[in-house]
């Protein structure tokens, strides 16, 4: 009861905090230079978090530029191999489950009775909405020592961008379970894929303190944040395969991947808080649309 009553203070203090000052804050001390204070930084960081350095191409945290630039460190790609099978999908990023499975009729588990809808996820877009209506999802918390790059589940080509304005609240466990619609509140950025077994969205999500999302096609798409949303459409659609990176995060957060009704299989191995990295084999295409 304690544990629940301190997970509910917190979550009330983060509607009073001024979020978007905070998260710019920290996106120019995580941009900064400074030798001595990038070092101390990144020196408290990787006293703070488990951070695996080793699987890093530069494995020495002081020959980073900034924060940022461990933040977004590059793998050393032996480390994650990606599934070999023909019609497997794989997990675009490290992190934990935070919740996987069916979509029911437009509504999205998020924790503890909790649901939220697809439209509302997608900025009230009905007709994107519909296709994911019956289909499938899955939600991943990356926490600050993961690697934050995204990559593609699967090949893909790009159809559309969208950028929906919104808070920024916390994403882990704790405020999860306290905060409804969390995700269908929170800044995000949406990617529309179609793919061989029809439209596919990858969600990223912003949280507190996150000082920026990019897409390799478009660059820093926030900051600068903006007070309404924009969508951005690609007549000639960008081409991205099976593992190849699509984003990543400046600090944060979560990815939210959506599938349509009847065409995949959740590997039955993969369960809530369950730990995942880039390029694991999270499921199948299902057999009927091989």
């Not at 494995?59 to 191999?81: A, K, M, S």
């Not at 790009?158 to 969390?182: E, W």
Request: proline share 5%; net charge positive; aromatic share 10%.
């Amino acid at each position: 009861m304690l544990y629940w009553g301190l997970n509910t203070l917190s979550s009330k203090l983060q509607h009073l905090l001024p979020q978007h000052l905070l998260s710019s804050f920290a996106g120019l001390l995580a941009n900064c230079r400074i030798p001595w204070l990038k070092n101390r930084l990144i020196q408290y960081f990787i006293w703070r978090y488990p951070i695996k350095l080793e699987e890093a191409l530069i494995t020495d945290p002081y020959q980073y530029g900034n924060f940022n630039e461990l933040f977004t460190r590059h793998l050393n790609p032996e480390v994650r191999p990606i599934a070999a099978g023909i019609h497997d999908l794989i997990s675009p990023a490290d992190g934990q489950i935070s919740q996987i499975g069916k979509i029911q009729q437009g509504q999205i588990f998020q924790a503890k009775g909790r649901h939220f809808t697809v439209q509302n996820l997608l900025g009230n877009n009905s007709k994107e909405a519909e296709i994911f209506k019956d289909g499938a999802f899955l939600t991943i918390y990356l926490a600050p020592e993961n690697y934050h790059r995204v990559h593609m589940p699967l090949d893909g080509h790009l159809s559309q961008m969208i950028y929906i304005p919104g808070r920024l609240f916390s994403v882990n466990a704790k405020t999860v379970d306290c905060i409804s619609n969390l995700f269908a509140r929170n800044e995000r950025v949406i990617a529309l894929f179609n793919t061989s077994i029809g439209r596919v969205a990858i969600v990223l999500v912003g949280a507190m303190i996150v000082g920026s999302i990019e897409t390799i096609w478009a660059g820093t798409i926030t900051p600068p944040r903006k007070q309404s949303i924009h969508t951005w459409n690609y007549d000639n659609p960008i081409y991205l395969k099976r593992g190849e990176e699509m984003g990543h995060f400046k600090l944060g957060s979560t990815v939210i991947l959506l599938f349509e009704r009847e065409t995949t299989v959740w590997d039955p191995n993969l369960t809530t808080t369950h730990a995942i990295h880039m390029g694991q084999r999270i499921g199948v295409f299902k057999p009927d649309r091989w």
